[in-house]
């Protein structure tokens, strides 16, 4: 009787804060009869404090609330909320991309379907590990063979590489020399190295262009020498 008595005459607003530390600290909803019984009230007056609190977190602007779940009660975060939070979850889920990841990542979304042979010959260095790495994180896949010599394998990025980057589609690639930035905003590299990695990603880019007009002029050279 002592306890119950002390708990009442700690006062309605205290009793409130009672409740509230004992849902903010618990990942499931709490029992109507659990409240009580630490409370060391009765079911009546515990659930008359409970709906207040729900009142309260209702009638003011807040990021958590209170809500009836079951036959209990729990604290959560506002429903408003919710977009946030799972890009929270989404980022807090995603692998941080080394700079050489980025940069061969970055070639093969703009380049795709392309061989890691190509990809070599545009960042003028291995390409094995890092691509290895892009399909076990599932953001490449390969695509079939380039009809050529050899017939290596194709990579195109996947539909994890789209949601990985906040896209709908590949349509909404920003140009290449954003890439790096488009990788920060969704928490993908460290903001330490963004600066390096977007000069990486602009020589790169520069490198594309190389390699592109270089096999147009080969295209036009072995073009002429047919028609001659």
């Not at 490449?140 to 994890?160: A, D, M, N, Q």
């Not at 903001?191 to 020589?203: N, P």
Request: hydrophobic share 35%; proline share 4%.
């Amino acid at each position: 009787m002592n306890e119950e008595k002390s708990t009442i005459e700690l006062g309605s607003d205290k009793i409130k804060t009672i409740i509230e530390s004992l849902l903010f600290s618990n990942e499931r909803p709490m029992d109507l009869s659990e409240l009580a019984q630490v409370l060391s009230l009765d079911k009546k007056e515990t659930e008359t404090y409970c709906d207040e609190l729900v009142n309260d977190y209702l009638s003011k602007s807040s990021g958590m609330t209170v809500v009836k779940i079951a036959g209990g009660y729990q604290m959560c975060s506002h429903p408003d909320n919710e977009p946030w939070l799972k890009r929270m979850y989404q980022t807090r889920g995603k692998k941080k991309l080394s700079a050489a990841a980025l940069e061969t990542l970055a070639i093969i979304a703009y380049k795709q379907p392309i061989t890691r042979m190509e990809i070599e010959n545009i960042r003028g260095v291995a390409a094995d590990v890092v691509v290895k790495n892009l399909l076990e994180y599932g953001l490449i896949v390969t695509e079939g063979r380039k009809e050529v010599p050899g017939r290596p394998f194709l990579h195109v990025t996947t539909k994890k590489f789209l949601e990985y980057f906040g896209m709908n589609s590949l349509l909404d690639l920003p140009p290449l020399e954003d890439f790096a930035q488009l990788a920060q905003k969704e928490g993908l590299v460290d903001d330490s190295s963004t600066q390096a990695q977007t000069d990486d990603i602009a020589v790169e880019n520069q490198l594309i262009e190389n390699n592109e007009k270089n096999n147009k002029g080969i295209e036009n050279s072995n073009q002429g020498g047919i028609d001659e």
